[in-house]
């Protein structure tokens, strides 16, 4: 085994497990202080040049040297930004907007770059959108009262005692127009921040919570009483619109005015509902498990594709789509798998022919064309999950057993292997640490599924990210681990290696270098078979999961005696040519799916070809994931071939 540090060890395993977590943390938060005043600016340009031109004139002097100001102000904050690849992009598009507001421009094509930039800084510069939690709403009426009356009024109609003499005027909440532009992300950002060149001052003493019950209070001024009534009853009646608004998050960030699929009215009177009522998409989420508020999730993501390709925003475009599959269809994949397979295989191709469409940036009427289909197979879907409202007995007993033994076969061949090893060559003290490995994966495993049950939501890209750079971190294990193996089988190669190391115990390094591989492999498919689990259990039949899981655990506890029983009765050349051939083949298998999961993450790219797809052998039909099978078959050929050379000479 080759030496690794136990600090570095640690370190690896550490830099594994948090890499997906860290980046998206230091994406998100790194940058808020500089990003979150130019998305303010953006915001209220786009909402309030309508005011300053009209018909290519100047409307209101003061407001148009405003809006100048504003749009040179955001060209030169985004130059302060940390360097990114999108940067550049970014500031031409900011140049094209002042250009626009210097041009005297037609409002709506104002209104589009500004909402369009507002959108790429934040897939560029990611902040967060939404509360961890959503906020207590009783005592908003008090803080405002207490933080916002004096200037905006007891009504919110701008006619507050301190308004008199303000230049600019405080804004009106009960302007139903203006309104409509903003959505409560905008509004808790100005509470926030405050905004620069007004009377606003930002509310930094007060805390989140406070901050955000602010901003759904004040997003409820425009809509009155009677439109929140009829919105209760749209709700209630028309379950199609939960597919609009899925969860708080998409109520924070949506404009009323801009909520696809409803009319003005409707618009208004879902907004003054559950702006008053967001408990209701907490409850509608919560309810609408399993497979019919995933199909419901997938389709809305697609909707959402289409609708940010049309209007350029091609980076949102392509998460829209990965949360389709990801975050949509992947939940119900175990339930799927187990009722049918094709149909399984068929929905993956589609929502891939999707974000191949993106990637290529074919035209709006091609990409509609994939999203039509994928829709089509989400409708079939529906029909063929929908034939029992439970999960039926035979089918959650097949699904728990298979994704057992799927995900945890790969794992469990690779510590017997190691366990034989140890046994074989008599260094039984490196078992504590294999053994180690493999339970603290376990231990790390219900701690994700205690997460992912009650305290957060594991997006399918951090899990697909997850288990791509474990299944690669494997990969160049096994491959000097298979190469080194083949090596031991040559003649005369086992007892010269005998004669050199069994009489040293092995190192510390070499210790903590089997305790990191077993927990990384362990905990890769643990990961994943939790997540499938959480899902799995959603749907009911609990007494046939469990009877299933622990027939899975069973059989591969047979398995695993089966193989250390045979490996102790091999001759020690023999025995390291299986493990070798067997380890390589392992290899190859996570080096396909680890790029397949990064491929799904969004992480690499994705070039099809007609071919093959086989599962259980990690084959996909990607120029990129059978380039890098081919390339670790060749790394191990050459190891074998370079073993086989030296062992012919060392006979001579």
């Not at 031109?53 to 904050?77: K, L, P």
């Not at 008090?142 to 405080?170: K, V």
């Not at 039509?372 to 197979?377: L, V």
Request: glycine share 8%; hydrophobic share 50%.
């Amino acid at each position: 085994m080759l030496p690794l540090p136990p600090p570095l060890a640690l370190r690896t395993l550490l830099m594994l497990l948090l890499l997906p977590i860290a980046i998206t943390a230091q994406t998100a938060w790194a940058d808020a202080p500089k990003v979150q005043p130019i998305w303010q600016l953006l915001d209220y340009l786009a909402v309030d040049y309508a005011g300053a031109v009209d018909n290519g004139q100047i409307a209101n002097e003061f407001e148009y040297a405003e809006m100048q100001e504003f749009s040179t102000n955001i060209g030169e904050r985004l130059k302060e930004l940390p360097s990114h690849p999108q940067q550049p992009a970014l500031l031409q598009a900011a140049a094209t907007l002042q250009q626009l507001v210097n041009d005297k421009s037609a409002p709506a094509m104002v209104e589009k770059q500004a909402r369009t930039l507002a959108d790429d800084l934040l897939q560029a510069y990611p902040v967060p959108r939404a509360p961890q939690t959503l906020p207590d709403l009783s005592q908003a009426a008090a803080l405002y009262q207490q933080h916002c009356a004096a200037c905006h009024g007891l009504t919110g109609r701008g006619d507050g005692p301190q308004s008199i003499g303000m230049d600019p005027p405080p804004i009106a909440f009960t302007d139903l127009e203006r309104a409509r532009q903003r959505s409560l992300f905008a509004l808790q950002q100005v509470i926030e921040r405050g905004l620069d060149g007004t009377a606003m001052a930002g509310y930094p003493q007060l805390s989140e919570a406070q901050r955000w019950a602010l901003a759904f209070y004040i997003g409820q001024f425009a809509y009155n009483p009677p439109m929140a009534e009829r919105g209760a009853q749209l709700w209630r009646d028309q379950p199609a619109l939960h597919a609009i608004l899925t969860d708080p998050t998409s109520l924070i960030q949506a404009q009323p005015a801009s909520l696809a699929g409803l009319t003005g009215d409707d618009a208004n009177a879902l907004t003054a509902y559950l702006r008053r009522h967001p408990e209701q998409l907490v409850a509608t989420a919560q309810n609408a498990t399993g497979n019919r508020s995933s199909l419901t999730l997938a389709r809305s993501r697609l909707q959402q594709t289409a609708e940010a390709y049309a209007s350029g925003r091609v980076g949102q475009a392509r998460d829209m789509a990965l949360s389709a599959y990801l975050d949509g269809v992947e939940p119900i994949e175990p339930l799927l798998r187990a009722r049918d397979q094709k149909l399984l295989l068929a929905i993956e191709t589609a929502m891939l022919n999707v974000r191949n469409t993106i990637g290529t940036q074919a035209d709006q009427a091609t990409l509609q064309a994939r999203i039509d289909e994928a829709g089509a197979i989400l409708d079939r879907i529906e029909l063929t999950l929908s034939s029992h409202s439970e999960a039926d007995f035979l089918t959650a007993f097949i699904g728990a057993l298979t994704i057992l033994l799927r995900e945890g076969l790969e794992a469990l061949l690779i510590i017997v292997a190691m366990i034989a090893f140890l046994r074989k060559s008599e260094r039984t003290e490196g078992l504590i640490y294999v053994h180690g490995g493999w339970i603290g994966a376990l231990l790390a495993g219900g701690a994700t599924w205690y997460a992912a049950t009650y305290l957060v939501d594991i997006s399918g890209a951090s899990r697909e990210v997850t288990e791509g750079l474990g299944a690669l971190f494997a990969v160049a294990v096994l491959i000097s681990v298979g190469i080194w193996m083949h090596g031991k089988s040559q003649a005369g190669a086992w007892q010269r290696y005998i004669q050199e190391k069994l009489s040293h115990a092995l190192s510390r390094g070499s210790s903590w270098f089997l305790f990191l591989l077993a927990f990384v492999v362990v905990y890769r498919e643990v990961f994943e078979t939790v997540l499938f689990y959480v899902a799995l259990w959603s749907q009911g039949n609990h007494q046939a999961i469990l009877l299933g899981a622990g027939l899975g655990c069973l059989l591969l506890a047979l398995i695993a005696g089966l193989f250390l029983h045979f490996s102790q009765r091999l001759p020690f050349g023999r025995f390291f040519t299986i493990n070798a051939l067997m380890v390589a083949v392992l290899a190859v298998v996570l080096a396909g799916k680890g790029i397949a999961a990064l491929q799904e993450a969004g992480w690499l790219p994705v070039s099809l070809f007609a071919g093959p797809r086989l599962d259980l052998l990690g084959i996909y039909p990607t120029l990129q994931g059978v380039s890098i099978q081919i390339l670790t078959l060749l790394i191990l050929w050459a190891g074998f071939s370079w073993n086989s050379r030296q062992a012919r000479q060392a006979a001579v």
